[in-house]
């Protein structure tokens, strides 16, 4: 399996890299500390070497008590710290139904630190803005990461949910090694930034690359998913969505039958088989489901069946997932 580079840096990841935030974030009762641990370890002996998280990833635990992922990917890795890439997030707090952004130079020194504790480790591989704070200049944050890589606490940075014009000034005081926007069959307004990314040498992170979950082929607008299960209220779930995306499933099983793979692995090959400075970070509890995600990367499609996947894909209006 080729491995992918980071950016410009020498740091080279698996083509499928592990989310991480699943195990205790978004997705209902957090996973059990232990077993979430002994997974992470097991994709490790999959063969994963890169590994997501963020400081706002946290979950209650059956016990009521906080599940920190970060502490969770620390735990797990601490071990083989030297042969994995970890990347992690500041510059969002969750509150309730809604976030807050903060990419103050003082807040990230403490997030830094924070960060730091959680994952058992004295620098961080790859250090992500997790969104834009329209009150700080991207010029400033860019300011803060150039120190942080000075000082040996970041070896590169990198900016999510990121737009064009924020990326090139960001950039131009310190290169960003990569972006992490969201990216999917059903969700492809960021791929005008292509082409960025091929001119300044970014490496283009996908997180929900299956349309968290959907493209799998393994639910319906009829699943239902537990409380606190941020599934439960996304587009691709409810009725509208979910018609829209019949088609594109349909397709979906056709080639993957073809393919002789899975829909989910179909999907993932599709975009890191259109440019190789795409890794798609699909998330799973599952062990089983983490060890399918990787294997994606040995699926080849050829041109003309990436265009007809695209071909019906620019054909859907798929705006009611937010795209524009």
Known sequence: M?????????????????GCMGFSHAYGVAEDKQKAIETIQKAYDLGYNFFDTAECYTGINVDGSINYNEEIVGEALKDVRDKVVIATKF?????????????????????IEGS????????????????IDPQVEPEVVAGVMKEL?????????????????????AHA?????????????????HEHL????????????????????LLSGQFTDQSAFGKGDFRNNMPQYQKEGYKKAEKLLNLLK??????????????????????????????????ERIEENFNAANIELTPDEIKVIDDLIHSIDFDVFGGH
């Open 91 to 111: 510059g969002v707090v969750h509150k309730g139904d809604h976030l807050e952004f903060d990419s103050s130079p003082e807040t990230i020194r403490r997030s």
């Open 254 to 287: 056709e080639l993957s039958e073809k393919k002789h793979c899975t829909m989910a692995q179909l999907s993932l090959a599709w975009m890191m088989c259109k440019k190789d400075f795409i890794v798609p970070i699909p998330g799973s509890r599952k062990l």
């Open 173 to 189: 005081v310190c290169p960003v090694t990569a972006i992490q926007n969201r990216y999917s069959m059903m969700t492809t307004w």
């Open 194 to 213: 292509f082409d960025v990314c091929e001119e300044l040498g970014i490496t283009y992170v996908a997180f929900s690359p299956m349309a968290n979950g």
């Open 2 to 18: 080729k491995l992918r580079k980071l950016g410009q840096t020498n740091m080279y990841v698996t083509p499928v890299g592990l």
């Open 116 to 131: 730091l504790k959680k994952l058992q480790t004295d620098y961080i591989d790859l250090y992500y803005q997790h969104r």
């Open 149 to 169: 890589i000075e000082e040996g606490k970041i070896k590169a940075w990198g900016i999510s949910e990121v737009n064009e014009d924020y990326l090139r000034r």
